[in-house]
């Protein structure tokens, strides 16, 4: 499937964007790769997954395919693609980076560096041929990736929370992957997932939101090179990385090194 135009320029612009390093002290450090593929009509998409509801954290969230580095990773990339194998058999040659975005914290305060990447021999009908890991997914489905800052009436939510150093806005969006998804399941006839729950295959579709959420609407603006259709931020939230990492590093950078 070849990309259309709108695609091209959206790839061009991530590739162009300035590969970004950061001043966190900090040993809790972990990489997601933001994957991008075709669909049929050529628009991009990225790859997300359904965390298993038997994991110790973030059970039953959406996320990128990622998690924390390892000794043996030589950098975020690695890290990146490492876990994108390892949890949806995702090669590490099927992907090739585009950028890496400055670092974001998880709610645990875990400092993750999103690394996108376009899958140029894939399309939207391939995640057939990916596999959820039992232990991790219980999912993996598809999402436009524009749809995360032209969202559908009424599939759009936010709430401002106090988080951090400052005012956060949460985003949410419904009904994410409801048009291509694959299950890991244990019975193809009862459609049990493999961690033992079930799904209703009439009323599928996930939220994505929190941290992913915020990825992909930075993301999807570098693509497009445009502001979402709604006010991103909360009205007293702090938007200077470099002040975030200087709080981070007074209150959290020390002691995530011990």
């Not at 559908?152 to 009904?175: A, L, N, T």
Request: charged share 20%.
């Amino acid at each position: 499937m070849s990309l259309n135009q709108k695609s091209i320029k959206a790839l061009e612009s991530l590739k162009s964007h300035p590969w970004k390093t950061d001043k966190y002290i900090s040993n809790k450090r972990s990489a997601v790769l933001v994957a991008l593929l075709p669909n049929s009509e050529g628009d991009l998409e990225v790859i997300l997954t359904v965390r298993s509801s038997t994991l110790s954290t973030h059970a039953g969230d959406t996320a990128f395919p990622g998690g924390k580095c390892d000794p043996i990773d030589i950098d975020t990339t690695a890290t990146a693609k490492r876990e994108a194998f390892e949890e949806i058999r995702l090669p590490p040659s099927a992907s090739k980076i585009l950028t890496l975005l400055e670092p974001t914290l998880s709610r645990y305060m875990q400092v993750v560096t999103p690394v996108v990447a376009f899958c140029p021999g894939m399309t939207t009908a391939d995640i057939s041929s990916l596999y959820p890991n039992p232990g991790e997914v219980t999912a993996i489905f598809t999402e436009p990736l524009e749809s995360f800052i032209s969202p559908r009436k009424g599939e759009h939510h936010w709430s401002d929370i106090s988080w951090g150093v400052s005012e956060v806005r949460m985003h949410r969006f419904d009904r994410c992957g409801s048009k291509n998804f694959l299950l890991g399941k244990d019975d193809e006839n009862t459609g049990n997932y493999v961690d033992g729950s079930s799904l209703d295959r009439s009323k599928v579709g996930w939220s994505v939101w929190g941290m992913t959420a915020g990825v992909l609407i930075h993301v999807a603006k570098i693509a497009y090179q445009r502001e979402p259709d709604f006010e991103m931020y909360a009205p007293n939230q702090m938007r200077d990385s470099a002040q975030v990492v200087e709080w981070y590093n007074q209150t959290y950078g020390l002691r995530s090194n011990i």
